[in-house]
């Protein structure tokens, strides 16, 4: 009796571990075969999480403010920040620095100003914002809707990407954010390990950070998610694209390359492409590529069988790359037909999207 509890309870433990197995399996599958709408739909998640309480950004030029001066209504007014940064007041002979102040500092200061020349004793002021026209962030490239929004508070690269619809389907794995500095700054990497700031010459007034779309979306780490600037251009690239061909592949076509930070290589293209079919003479693959320096085409001979069995090294893919995959009655080199083959074999876009 003890001896078949113990199987019993052993036969238990065993089934759990397999089924918390197959779980994590199927988990991992599900993140691997995410659809463009689920990656956008976690972008307006994780934007949500990481919405901040709302303050005062930082004034600048050609923002228009109202400002009130209470029980003294010939002194309020309407004012926009020059170019220069200052307001003009009734009465102050002296414009009022504005630009890089929050409201709050403004209303001080102005307080300040009317106290001291006399115009008013124990002034009490209030300024607000009309019209916010100084911290525009553009949002271009690869997303729903390019975009152009105003900074009225801190706000994440998320949040930025969420305002212009989220990433399209072909969207590269990188996101870039040129940030204008002033030449004698050194921008501050929020990360040497999480994001790659590019530093142009001593004299550049703009670098460039490039942060991981994958990293972006599933690392956790808040480093990535940083808070963009009045100024910022944010890009998303999209993604090059290789072409799988031949009658050695389940499905031929042209496929976008969403490769979480990982390098493409032949036989993820072959995976992208449903795999091999029974008659496919795998080792007999080609990789054409046209050379950048002379445009010419080169072919790369690629052994997939070998690849499968770790005998040799598998072969990464650059965008625009064509994989042949030859049948057994097929001929291995393109040569002729294979512009041809492109456009009647891909009429439409394959994309594969694994964020």
Request: one cysteine or more; a negative charge.
């Amino acid at each position: 009796m003890v001896s078949t509890v113990r199987w019993a309870s052993g036969w238990l433990v065993g089934f759990c571990i397999c089924m918390m197995f197959a779980g994590g399996l199927l988990a991992a599958q599900s993140q691997d075969e995410s659809t463009p709408q689920q990656t956008n739909d976690r972008i307006q998640q994780l934007a949500a999480l990481a919405r901040t309480t709302n303050t005062d950004p930082p004034l600048g030029a050609g923002d228009l403010l109202h400002v009130d001066v209470f029980d003294v209504p010939e002194l309020s007014r309407d004012a926009r920040v020059t170019d220069s940064g200052v307001i003009s007041f009734p009465l102050v002979p002296e414009p009022i620095p504005a630009a890089g102040l929050t409201t709050f500092q403004l209303e001080q200061k102005i307080e300040q100003v009317l106290s001291a020349d006399g115009l008013v004793s124990h002034p009490q002021v209030s300024v607000f914002v009309k019209e916010q026209a100084s911290q525009p962030v553009t949002i271009v490239g690869a997303v729903g809707h390019p975009t152009v929004m105003q900074i009225v508070r801190p706000t994440s690269l998320l949040e930025a990407l969420a305002s212009a619809g989220g990433v399209a389907d072909d969207a590269g794995s990188m996101i870039l954010i040129t940030r204008a500095v002033p030449a004698e700054q050194h921008m501050e990497p929020v990360s040497t390990k999480t994001v790659n700031t590019e530093d142009p010459a001593p004299d550049a007034e703009a670098k460039t950070i490039k942060i991981s779309m994958y990293e972006l979306l599933n690392s956790g780490n808040s480093d990535y998610n940083i808070q963009v600037r009045g100024g910022d251009i944010i890009s998303v690239p999209r993604a090059g694209v290789v072409y799988v061909l031949g009658f050695g592949v389940a499905q031929q076509g042209e496929y976008v390359l969403q490769a979480r930070g990982d390098q493409i290589t032949a036989l993820k293209a072959v995976a992208l492409a449903h795999g091999l079919t029974s008659f496919a003479k795998a080792d007999d693959s080609v990789i054409m590529r046209t050379d950048p320096k002379t445009g010419k085409r080169v072919e790369i001979h690629v052994h997939l069988k070998k690849i499968q069995q770790h005998k040799v090294d598998d072969v990464p893919l650059l965008s625009n790359d064509i994989l042949y995959v030859p049948d057994s009655k097929g001929r291995k080199a393109l040569a002729r037909g294979t512009e041809a083959a492109i456009g009647i074999g891909t009429s439409v876009a394959i994309y594969h999207v694994a964020y």
